[in-house]
């Protein structure tokens, strides 16, 4: 046996549409990235997108477009990938965490209020597996303090709030296409906006800053002329990935009703198991299940025992201010006891769409045997 904790599913269309990219004329900028953008903005309903080379540099672009630099501060959750803060570091800003509510994982507003001052500049909310946070009570609190809203939605592709797919309710939201993802371009990631300005300034800082825009240029010399308006990056993609992009966007919808499948037959097979607490079901959402995550008593057994039956479960996360990185600049007094708490217990078991029934029974089976 040997069960990833999460992996892609490739069929022969998403095999073909990169071969055709391949044989075509254009394998960057080209026409692929322009209709994964569109395909993407028609799904979540977002006026604006901009396709970029991976979930971490859209977070990037996002701070960037957000006006993020030295001496703000942006309040995030210590219970996600560490980019969801690095980027906030990139900027020359200052990452604080606020802790999550132990129900839905998800940074709690209260908390958010309590960590606001007069440095705070932004929110990065991140819908942990899929989960999303409580953009009512964010907004709310965003509008009374002039805040900017960033959704990490790394988790949240197909996942509804409220009725709404994820995607256009901030200022912006950003997307990963890494393999495990809900769907993939190898590497790949995308930022949602309604807002123009805010559109320009990530076209801008995915390729160095550089524009052609005559209505950003201070002159035009003529045919050949670009200007450098601000210090970007190339963080641009493929027409290799977008061509992928564009394929698996065809199938997501099957794709999150599988995990959404699979995660209902979890339950009810660990409702009646002693000493398992199952993700909680929170009203008004729809979860599109990029992690199943229970908690146990002796995660670390559980994980090994796992591990030896072949099964790769894995932990996410380690609160990010408890890495030596920021320990040694600035967070060793920082404590999220909820986090914590919900660290010290949590293992993510296996979840991907072409996860077989069959394999989940032997999960669930391992589950049950060595809880
Ligand atoms: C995966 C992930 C990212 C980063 O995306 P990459 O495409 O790997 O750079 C950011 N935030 C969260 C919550 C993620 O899970």
């Not at 440095?119 to 907004?139: L, R």
């Not at 995607?167 to 939201?173: F, I, K, N, Q, R």
């Not at 190898?186 to 300005?197: H, P, S």
């Not at 209902?264 to 992690?291: K, T």
Request: charged share 20%; aromatic share 10%; glycine share 6%.
């Amino acid at each position: 046996m040997n069960i990833q904790y999460g992996k892609q599913s490739i069929d022969e269309d998403d095999i073909q549409a990169v071969v055709d990219v391949l044989r075509g004329d254009y394998l960057t900028t080209g026409p692929n990235v322009t209709e994964f953008e569109q395909v993407v903005c028609k799904y979540t309903g977002a006026k604006f997108a901009v396709a970029i080379s991976n979930g971490t540099a859209a977070l990037h672009a996002a701070c960037f477009a957000a006006g993020i630099g030295a001496g703000d501060e942006v309040i995030t959750t210590p219970i996600t990938f560490a980019a969801s803060s690095n980027c906030v570091l990139y900027c020359g800003a200052t990452p604080v965490f606020a802790d999550i509510k132990p129900d839905s994982y998800n940074i709690d507003p209260e908390d958010i209020k309590r960590k606001i001052t007069d440095k705070t500049k932004a929110i990065i909310a991140v819908h942990f597996t899929g989960q999303p946070c409580e953009m009512e009570e964010i907004h709310a609190i965003a509008k009374e303090h002039g805040l900017i809203v960033i959704e990490d939605a790394a988790h949240a592709l197909g996942a509804d709030y409220k009725g709404n797919k994820i995607g256009a309710l901030s200022d912006m939201t950003t997307f990963s296409f890494h393999p495990v993802k809900h769907i993939t371009t190898g590497e790949g990631g995308m930022i949602m906006t309604n807002d123009e300005k805010l559109y320009k300034k990530l076209v801008l800082f995915r390729s160095h800053g550089i524009t052609r825009d005559e209505e950003l240029m201070t002159c035009n010399e003529g045919g050949w002329y670009y200007q450098q308006l601000a210090l970007g990056y190339n963080y641009r993609i493929t027409d290799i990935q977008c061509a992928l992009g564009i394929s698996q966007m065809k199938k997501l919808d099957r794709f999150v009703s599988r995990r959404r499948e699979l995660v209902a037959r979890y339950n009810s097979a660990f409702a009646e198991v002693e000493n398992i607490i199952c993700p909680a079901q929170i009203e008004g959402c729809n979860n599109s299940w990029h992690l199943y995550v229970v908690q146990v008593p002796d995660r670390k057994n559980l994980y090994d025992k796992l591990k030896e039956a072949g099964i790769y479960a894995n932990v996410h996360y380690i609160p990010v201010y408890k890495h030596p990185y920021y320990q040694n600049n600035g967070y060793s007094e920082v404590c999220c006891s909820n986090a914590e708490e919900l660290y010290a217990h949590m293992i993510s078991l296996p979840l991907y769409p072409d996860l077989t029934d069959e394999e989940q029974e032997y999960v669930i089976e391992q589950v049950k045997k060595n809880i």
